[in-house]
């Protein structure tokens, strides 16, 4: 089925719109936490997982239940309009004042909030990467439309990176700051997210449907376990999150502690960093006609540890961070379309055996979450071992917010390639 020529734009504005009212979250809310929200790092940390741990449990649940409602109403269009309506609205509420509160309050409501959030991201996620079925039956279409979601995904990513510190100054860069770039965000992604829903509120389900009685979900899951390589991509997913959540989220405390530098600085150092996500996306379709799938995964995986290298070896200023940066971020990138292309097409082969494609991506993006989950996790308890920041930090402890900013994500990255190495027989795909 040909895809009509606007498909792909209105597509890509639904991961723009949706990477919009997440984005925020794991760039800055660690650090909105700590300095402003007056929430212990350690406690910090476990509240920005605690959503990510949610979802584990729920999102196969939640993934496999979508595709349930959506067979009933005939399209995955109402799930969007869900999310459209309510997505922009929780980013706004995480950063209402709320210091007035006892802190086990405070903690509280925050970690409803942020389990609300995560859980309908999961919803709208699932049923806009599914409905990429839906629109596209067969593989060049359906990359075609997974590079405009790393693309819009990207996009959102520069905007965050680039507007979300200017906002915040512009507003005051204090707790007012924060809200005001919530609110203008917010706005951009309902607009980004009703532009996706008028593109795909009649396109009809027609992919991933379970055919029969469907079993038990413990027994579906159990049955997933059959794809080996679904679950290979899955893990590097995990170790993906994890290590650019970790480089993402410290970099205001580098920004602050160690370049003694304001919030809109932040800017600089992030916009090479997504400028090379989206050429990476951009170009990973040309180079995956012309290279093996496992030598693409780790090309761009020792991509990515040579940027880390360089952030550890180079001086501490904007140029040499912002390059360090952009290296990992063109990895990134590639890696981005290369890990969805790969997932979908390993969970659409089984799923063409009567298996639910919201299944697969439930736990594709439980998998994605929990990467970001442990790397807030282990960056939050990690500030705890730093020590404290504020005022005159001592040399030890910017010695430590070093090793943990670079340590971190070079660990995770190898481990990554020993993931991958005894395993890139089942990842192999013929270059199309």
Same mark, same amino acid.
């Given at each position: 089925?040909?895809?009509?020529?606007?498909?792909?734009?209105?597509?890509?504005?639904?991961?723009?719109?949706?990477?919009?009212?997440?984005?925020?979250?794991?760039?800055?809310?660690?650090?909105?936490?700590?300095?402003?929200?007056?929430?212990?790092?350690?406690?910090?940390?476990?509240?920005?997982?605690?959503?990510?741990?949610?979802?584990?449990?729920?999102?196969?649940?939640?993934?496999?239940?979508?595709?349930?409602?959506?067979?009933?109403?005939?399209?995955?269009?109402?799930?969007? /309009?869900?999310?459209?309506?309510?997505?922009?609205?929780?980013?706004?509420?995480?950063?209402?004042?709320?210091?007035?509160?006892?802190?086990?309050?405070?903690?509280?409501?925050?970690?409803?909030?942020?389990?609300?959030?995560?859980?309908?991201?999961?919803?709208?996620?699932?049923?806009?990467?599914?409905?990429?079925?839906?629109?596209?039956?067969?593989?060049?279409?359906?990359?075609?439309?997974?590079?405009?979601?790393?693309?819009?995904?990207?996009?959102?990513?520069?905007?965050?990176?680039?507007? &979300?510190?200017?906002?915040?100054?512009?507003?005051?860069?204090?707790?007012?700051?924060?809200?005001?770039?919530?609110?203008?965000? &917010?706005?951009?992604?309902?607009?980004?997210?009703?532009? +996706?829903?008028?593109?795909?509120?009649?396109?009809?389900?027609?992919?991933?449907?379970?055919?029969?009685?469907?079993?038990?979900?413990?027994?579906?899951?159990?049955?997933?376990?059959?794809?080996?390589?679904?679950?290979?991509?899955?893990?590097?997913?995990?170790?993906?999150?994890?290590?650019?959540?970790?480089?993402?989220?410290?970099?205001?405390?580098?920004?602050?502690?160690?370049?003694?530098?304001?919030?809109?600085?932040?800017?600089?150092?992030?916009?090479?960093?997504?400028?090379?996500?989206?050429?990476?996306?951009?170009?990973?379709?040309?180079?995956?006609?012309?290279?093996?799938?496992?030598?693409?995964? +780790?090309?761009?995986?020792?991509?990515?540890?040579?940027?880390?290298?360089?952030?550890?070896?180079?001086?501490?200023?904007?140029?040499?961070? /912002?390059?360090? +940066?952009?290296?990992?971020?063109?990895?990134?990138?590639?890696?981005?379309?290369?890990?969805?292309?790969?997932?979908?097409?390993?969970?659409?082969?089984?799923?063409?055996?009567?298996?639910?494609?919201?299944?697969?991506?439930?736990?594709?993006?439980?998998?994605?979450?929990?990467?970001?989950?442990?790397?807030?996790?282990?960056?939050?308890?990690?500030?705890?071992?730093?020590?404290?920041?504020?005022?005159?930090?001592?040399?030890?402890?910017?010695?430590?917010?070093?090793?943990?900013?670079?340590?971190?994500?070079?660990?995770?990255?190898?481990?990554?390639?020993?993931?991958?190495?005894?395993?890139?027989?089942?990842?192999?795909?013929?270059? &199309?």
């Amino acid at each position: 089925m040909k895809i009509p020529r606007l498909m792909p734009v209105g597509f890509g504005a639904g991961a723009l719109g949706m990477s919009l009212a997440f984005g925020a979250v794991p760039l800055l809310f660690l650090f909105y936490l700590t300095e402003f929200a007056q929430v212990p790092p350690a406690v910090a940390g476990v509240l920005l997982a605690i959503p990510k741990l949610a979802d584990m449990v729920l999102d196969p649940w939640i993934g496999r239940r979508s595709d349930a409602v959506a067979r009933r109403l005939g399209s995955r269009g109402a799930l969007l /309009a869900l999310g459209t309506a309510v997505l922009p609205l929780t980013l706004v509420l995480l950063f209402l004042p709320m210091q007035a509160l006892p802190l086990p309050a405070r903690i509280g409501l925050l970690g409803v909030l942020l389990v609300v959030q995560s859980l309908l991201l999961t919803v709208c996620t699932v049923a806009h990467t599914a409905i990429a079925g839906d629109i596209a039956d067969g593989i060049e279409g359906r990359s075609a439309l997974m590079a405009a979601r790393a693309i819009g995904q990207t996009l959102a990513g520069l905007t965050v990176s680039v507007a &979300a510190p200017q906002l915040v100054a512009a507003f005051g860069a204090n707790q007012s700051g924060y809200l005001g770039m919530a609110a203008v965000l &917010a706005l951009v992604s309902l607009a980004a997210l009703a532009l +996706c829903w008028l593109s795909v509120r009649r396109v009809r389900i027609s992919a991933g449907v379970e055919t029969g009685k469907p079993d038990h979900l413990l027994r579906a899951l159990g049955g997933t376990l059959r794809n080996k390589a679904f679950y290979c991509i899955a893990c590097i997913l995990v170790l993906m999150g994890l290590s650019s959540t970790a480089l993402l989220s410290a970099l205001p405390y580098v920004n602050k502690h160690l370049l003694h530098v304001g919030p809109d600085n932040l800017s600089l150092l992030l916009t090479p960093l997504f400028l090379t996500v989206l050429l990476g996306v951009s170009s990973a379709p040309w180079i995956a006609r012309r290279a093996p799938a496992p030598a693409i995964l +780790c090309g761009a995986l020792l991509l990515a540890l040579t940027g880390i290298a360089w952030l550890g070896l180079g001086p501490r200023s904007n140029a040499s961070i /912002a390059s360090g +940066c952009a290296l990992f971020g063109l990895a990134s990138g590639v890696l981005t379309v290369m890990i969805s292309t790969l997932a979908i097409e390993s969970a659409t082969q089984f799923c063409a055996q009567g298996e639910s494609l919201g299944l697969y991506l439930g736990i594709l993006f439980s998998a994605e979450k929990l990467g970001q989950s442990l790397g807030g996790l282990v960056l939050g308890l990690g500030l705890d071992w730093v020590g404290p920041l504020q005022g005159e930090a001592s040399a030890l402890s910017l010695s430590r917010l070093e090793a943990l900013w670079i340590g971190t994500p070079a660990i995770t990255l190898v481990a990554a390639l020993v993931l991958l190495l005894p395993l890139t027989s089942r990842l192999r795909v013929q270059p &199309a």
